[in-house]
């Protein structure tokens, strides 16, 4: 078992990738809270990606409390806590702004940008309902 | 795991190797990549002790390369493009002959998951086999005795498709239990697996670096103009394979950082309208190194 819907593309830190679809994957409600995630072993040979790479990416995902280690079992997927400081942080002043600048570099206006992170706002959220 | 200092290997008059240093640290999965030409397969088999350098040294697990002994072999697991096998043997028959060169090493566990993860058939003869399937097998046997190092001399070149994921599928799920050394063309199929890569070009190593560190500094750089585009005759010296079409003028910056790009950008061109950067494929920074290359010694591609 892996990732449902990742496909990985060169030339971007393959972590960052993996992360990503990860995280997307447990706020979109493809996993659920207490379902098993796949092991690293699987995610390497998978994703044809060094298994390293992958044991990175769940060491940080279990940080974030997105996965809960079970020794044994290996791991499961966690109830996200609230976020740290330093990630809101990082999130609202660095990310966003990478967003508005490559927004007005293409041309975009305000409401528009608004409106796409509302559509992708509702969309995750509805899948987050739904599982609760 | 590996080091070679100022390895140089001459053919009669020819010099392959001409002071060929490298580094293969420990738990790594590292690619050598190059033109064709460049001087992989000799560098693979020098430090395999298939043939010897002219002048230089290397180690390989700790021994000099020169003195690999079996009992180095039984830690090592080689598979060369053109690698030969017994081909009046059966697949099985192969297996039972190697197994005892590994005694204790060789995991039947694990040539049993291998061989059917590779669907490849128990007992056909090799000599029946197509190139594909010979390599998956070929594989299958370097993995089976858990090598401390594995090295693969362009293990996916003739591989359709199909075969070739299936060989890096086999790969990526041992990769965590040993040290790869491999050379290949197919860099968007190993670009996942490889944590280090070390470029080589005309027997010398142009660079070698960790994976995060070059995916961080390479980056494809595209700026638009507000006139037609020509090559500034001044120009940074990290910034190349620089190309003008249209308005547009682009080049690869080999020493990224996000910040001062602008200023950077404008000091040397004028009319900057709009700048834009791309993080890069390992084949697409080949290619561009491989261009510089070329036309530093004024050579075609």
């Known amino acids: ?132 | 795991m590996i080091r070679a200092v100022n390895l140089i290997k001459r053919f009669r008059r020819f010099e392959a190797l001409k002071g060929l240093s490298l580094n293969v640290p420990d738990g790594s999965a590292y690619a050598l990549i190059g033109s064709n030409g460049a001087g992989k397969t000799t560098a693979i088999r020098i430090l395999m002790n298939l043939s010897q350098a002219t002048e230089g040294t290397a180690t390989v697990l700790g021994v000099d390369s020169r003195a690999i002994s079996p009992r180095e072999l039984c830690q090592i697991g080689f598979v060369a493009e053109s690698q030969r096998l017994p081909a009046g043997l059966s697949t099985a028959q192969y297996l039972d002959y190697l197994r005892p060169f590994y005694g204790e090493g060789w995991d039947r566990d694990l040539e049993t998951a291998l061989l059917r993860q590779m669907r490849l058939p128990r007992e056909r003869k090799i000599g029946h086999l197509s190139h594909g399937m010979r390599m998956k097998f070929a594989l299958v046997c370097a993995l089976a005795f858990r090598p401390r190092l594995l090295v693969l001399d362009e293990p996916l070149s003739g591989l359709d498709p199909l075969i070739r994921d299936e060989f890096m599928q086999g790969l990526a799920e041992q990769a965590g239990e040993t040290t790869i050394l491999l050379s290949s063309h197919e860099m968007n199929e190993i670009e996942g697996l490889v944590t280090h890569v070390g470029f080589i070009e005309d027997g010398r190593m142009l660079f070698e670096e960790g994976m995060t560190g070059l995916a961080g500094r390479f980056r494809q750089v595209c700026v638009t103009l507000a006139r037609e585009a020509v090559r500034p005759s001044v120009a940074p010296a990290e910034w190349v394979d620089m190309r003008a079409a249209g308005n547009v003028l682009t080049f690869v910056d080999t020493r990224f950082s996000e910040s001062g790009l602008g200023e950077r950008v404008r000091a040397v061109i004028e009319g900057v309208r709009d700048i834009d950067t791309e993080p890069m494929a390992l084949r697409s920074i080949f290619t561009a190194m491989a261009r510089r290359a070329a036309a530093a010694t004024g050579s075609e591609l």
């Not at chain 1, 060169?10 to 447990?26: E, M, V």
């Not at chain 1, 809270?33 to 769940?58: C, D, M």
């Not at chain 1, 206006?109 to 609760?132: C, D, F, G, N, Y």
């Open chain 1, 1 to 132: 078992m892996t990732l449902p819907r990742i496909s990985l593309r060169p030339g971007r830190p393959i972590l960052d990738q993996l992360l990503f679809a990860a995280r997307k994957a447990i706020f979109s409600g493809e996993f659920s809270p207490g379902q098993a995630f796949p092991s690293i072993r699987a995610l390497a040979a998978e994703l044809r990606i060094h298994p390293n790479t992958a044991h990175k990416a769940v060491q940080q995902l279990i940080q974030e409390g997105l996965l809960v280690a079970r020794p044994g079992l290996g791991t499961v997927v966690g109830r996200p806590a609230g976020a740290r400081k330093t990630d809101r942080r990082k999130l609202l002043s660095e990310e966003f702004e990478r967003v508005v600048i490559d927004a007005m570099r293409v041309g975009l206006e305000l409401p528009e940008v608004i409106e796409s992170i509302e559509e992708h706002w509702l969309r995750l959220s509805k899948a987050t309902e739904v599982r609760k």
